[in-house]
């Protein structure tokens, strides 16, 4: 069965931290995501990547960088966080032109 | 941003009958899926279909694409309560960087 796994269901973090969302894919997928999902505003892509070390800015990645140093490993990394970045992250990933699997997602506050 | 939308924002029906959503894309793309949220949960994907395709089937879930108008609609048949979910469309914008709409939120009463 295909998975993406998302370290943390909740999490709640301080204003300042450094926060670092991790998602792993078992099914060897060439392409991975992270969204932000807000009431109202769907799905948001935050970074995209295609490959191992490449990565790509979606819509709103002000605030945010990621890391792929394995296939099967993409982390979200909030450099300073703040309260405007409370939200639900989705993790997901897909083989070219494909489906793609979606994690169960973590919904963080900021405090 | 090239987030696209889906229309009407909610819908709500009761049980047995069709429901009808819509989805317009800004760009050129190569795909549109659709994806179906149960509350608070990860997406699940539902059908896809590719540019040169009009229309696709699968179970009680029709789509249909007109890439002249950029626009596509998801059709589900005799919906059940179990349907009750959000409903999203993603385009790849000829990239494979999928990009979501902003969703309907269906309810289906029993």
């Known amino acids: 069965d295909v998975k993406v796994t998302q370290s943390s269901r909740y999490l709640v973090k301080r204003t300042g931290e450094k926060v670092f969302l991790e998602c792993v894919q078992d099914m060897d997928h060439e392409n991975m995501f992270w969204y932000r999902q807000d009431p109202g505003l769907g799905l948001r892509l935050i970074y995209f990547?295609?490959?191992?070390?490449?990565?790509e800015k979606g819509d709103i990645p002000e605030g945010y960088s990621v890391s792929r140093e394995k296939k099967e490993r993409f982390s979200l990394i909030l450099e300073s966080a703040s309260t405007n970045q409370t939200s639900m992250y989705l993790c997901?990933?897909?083989?070219?032109?494909?489906?793609?699997?979606f994690g169960q997602g973590t919904r963080l506050t900021v405090v | 941003s090239q987030q696209g939308e889906e229309d009407p924002q909610a819908l709500s029906i009761q049980e047995g009958e069709n429901a009808t959503m819509n989805c317009s894309y800004k760009?050129?793309?190569?795909?549109l899926q659709w994806y179906r949220q149960n509350s608070g949960r990860g997406l699940v994907h539902l059908i896809l279909?590719?540019?040169?395709?009009r229309e696709k089937h699968s179970g009680r879930l029709r789509v249909t694409l007109d890439t002249s108008k950029k626009s596509s609609s998801l059709l589900i048949t005799a919906s059940r309560a179990a349907d009750t979910a959000s409903y999203f469309c993603?385009?790849?914008?000829?990239?494979?960087?999928?990009?979501f709409g902003t969703g309907t939120r269906l309810k289906v009463l029993a």
């Open positions: 990547s295609y490959d191992v070390k490449m990565k």
């Open positions: 279909i590719r540019s040169n395709e």
């Open positions: 997901a990933s897909s083989r070219q032109g494909a489906e793609a699997f």
């Open positions: 993603a385009t790849d914008g000829g990239t494979y960087k999928y990009i």
């Open positions: 760009t050129s793309i190569n795909n």
